[in-house]
């Protein structure tokens, strides 16, 4: 995985560009993103390594040396205001080494996400999806006639979130709380948040869609015949683009022929993965399934819906990921407890615009 343009340039030099490069390994595994990791060191030294790592790149932002790290107490350590920048600001940038590639394995089958600088304009050219027309003339007809496709655009302003977490540098310097684990519980957070925010954005547009008469695009309740209608009307109206189906695990558990006389064994796909990766010519998709925010043991993604997408189109969801991760720090000097108040900025936007079409199936 080649890390961001702007983690690079935070790094600056090769040796200070491993530290990041350990962290999105040790953070693949943790994960368990399997052929993303390294399986020839055990997980406890990667994270060790990556401990040491971590001190390195935060001893070379505060321009301290590690002999003075090594000679001076780590109570005594903590005042200095450089290292408390340096500290969090290398969490930010390990943050930024791996949120970009992670969440478009979450919402990629239905997003264009851009990333730029601060400042930037995110803005996208959507094109017609109609052909061009073809008329029947006569041979003294000098031209048919006359059609012109114009192109729309739209435009992103991302908007500011934040995590403020009640920590102590003491202890995430004398290593009591992983700074390896404080960056990896980050990444989670805001790739949860994201996800939330482009699927709700999504479901929305998709739920909006028409469900009467014979152009319907949404349909309530699950055949084999609506799905493959679906599948054909999404595949020629994006320009022969093929169709996939999508939805979470639990939605798709129910595409399944329409003949009930179908058998499988425990070593089927079916049983395996929890639905099949194919069916009546199309591919199958799972999205992954994240928590949903107020009430505990509930998921934000519809398990009641089947969506057919055409991947390879224009996305139905543009995203814009602005900046840097930020970061700053309010001293324990500041504080009753002598704790620090840490807190992470990202900002982010996402919007429906697209030509493309995108059919439903609401199971219930």
Not at 15 to 30: G, L, P, Q, W
Not at 64 to 72: G, Q
Not at 192 to 213: C, I, K, P, Q, W
Not at 226 to 247: H, S
Request: hydrophobic share 40%; proline share 2%; with cysteine.
């Amino acid at each position: 995985m080649r890390l961001p343009e702007s983690v690079l340039e935070f790094a600056k030099t090769d040796e200070a560009v491993k530290a990041y490069e350990r962290f999105v390994d040790f953070y693949n595994e943790s994960q368990n993103k399997v052929g993303k990791f390294d399986t020839s060191i055990p997980f406890w030294k990667k994270k060790e390594k990556l401990g040491f790592a971590i001190r390195e790149e935060i001893a070379r932002m505060s321009n301290v040396s590690k002999e003075t790290i090594d000679s001076i107490p780590t109570e005594v350590l903590v005042a200095n205001p450089m290292y408390q920048w340096a500290c969090f600001a290398v969490v930010s940038s390990m943050v930024d080494a791996v949120l970009p590639e992670s969440i478009i394995e979450s919402i990629g089958m239905y997003t264009d996400l851009k990333t730029g600088r601060f400042g930037s304009s995110f803005s996208w050219d959507i094109d017609s999806r109609d052909l061009f027309v073809v008329s029947k003339y006569g041979n003294g007809k000098r031209h048919a006639e006359l059609h012109k496709q114009y192109k729309g655009q739209v435009s992103i302003t991302p908007e500011n979130r934040m995590i403020s977490v009640n920590t102590s540098l003491y202890k995430v310097l004398s290593d009591v709380e992983n700074l390896a684990d404080f960056a990896r519980k980050a990444v989670v957070s805001l790739e949860a948040e994201m996800t939330r925010d482009a699927y709700s954005v999504f479901n929305t547009a998709m739920e909006a869609l028409d469900n009467s008469g014979d152009d319907a695009l949404r349909v309530t309740g699950y055949t084999q015949d609506a799905l493959v209608d679906l599948c054909e009307k999404v595949t020629m109206y994006n320009g022969g683009r093929k169709a996939v189906i999508v939805g979470t695990q639990l939605a798709l558990q129910n595409v399944l022929p329409a003949d009930a006389g179908y058998r499988y064994d425990l070593q089927s796909e079916y049983v395996k993965l929890g639905y099949i990766k194919a069916a009546f010519g199309y591919d199958v998709m799972a999205l992954p399934q994240v928590a949903a925010v107020g009430a505990d043991f509930t998921k934000a993604l519809d398990d009641n819906n089947i969506y057919i997408l055409s991947p390879a189109g224009d996305k139905l969801i543009k995203g814009a990921l602005e900046g840097s991760t930020t970061s700053h720090i309010e001293r324990a000097q500041d504080t009753a407890d002598l704790t620090e108040i840490i807190t992470m900025n990202k900002r982010w936007g996402f919007a429906v615009a697209t030509s493309s079409v995108a059919g439903l199936i609401e199971l219930s």
